[in-house]
């Protein structure tokens, strides 16, 4: 009964979605989005156990124009801006992804995106006992000193839904970096 229910379903969708218009191109004229990204960053399937061990929480923006599309997604080192020392230093990293692509529409809700880019992971030490202060923010930081640094190509693919005309949510797989995006559509605010 489960796999007739299942079976319904999808062959209704399907339905739904073959009236729509499939890899329609022309959508990507009224593409205008700025973002914000949100998500894990650092992880690379290098070969050491040292580079497997970077990943972190990190945040980031993306725009799209036209259809191409750009994103850039940063972690910082995890001690930098702590105020309770307990350590002189601690062992740290930071990570970073950059990835430009195109979006395919597929329906016109749904944009696949396939991703090339360049990401880096650094390890150090953020030093508990050497405090900086920054003039802007008013706040305190500590060194950080890097290590070792890893450089590597990155590659992945990106999804994107637009649940209402000018709000897109969408999430990146990559090679060094999962995470979810939420943009708007400056351009459908005209119509």
């Not at 529409?105 to 006992?129: A, D, F, H, Q």
Request: aromatic share 14%; with cysteine; net charge neutral.
């Amino acid at each position: 009964m489960k796999k007739v229910v299942l079976i319904a379903v999808l062959f209704s969708m399907v339905t739904l979605s073959a009236k729509a218009q499939w890899f329609d191109f022309s959508q990507n004229a009224y593409d205008a989005t700025v973002g914000v990204n949100l998500g894990m960053v650092g992880y690379h399937m290098g070969n050491s156990q040292a580079e497997k061990n970077l990943a972190g929480f990190g945040f980031g923006v993306s725009a799209s124009l036209v259809g191409f599309y750009a994103d850039f997604i940063y972690q910082n080192p995890e001690h930098r801006w702590d105020r309770k020392v307990t350590q002189a230093q601690y062992d740290d990293h930071t990570a970073l992804a950059i990835n430009v692509g195109y979006k395919v529409p597929v329906l016109p809700w749904l944009n696949i995106i396939p991703l090339i880019g360049y990401s880096n992971e650094t390890t150090g030490k953020t030093l508990g006992n050497s405090i900086g202060v920054d003039t802007e923010s008013h706040s305190i930081y500590h060194d950080y000193n890097v290590e070792h640094r890893y450089n590597h190509f990155n590659y992945g693919v990106g999804l994107s839904v637009k649940p209402i005309k000018w709000l897109e949510i969408g999430g990146v797989c990559s090679a060094s970096a999962i995470y979810g995006n939420v943009s708007v559509n400056l351009m459908k605010f005209k119509d």
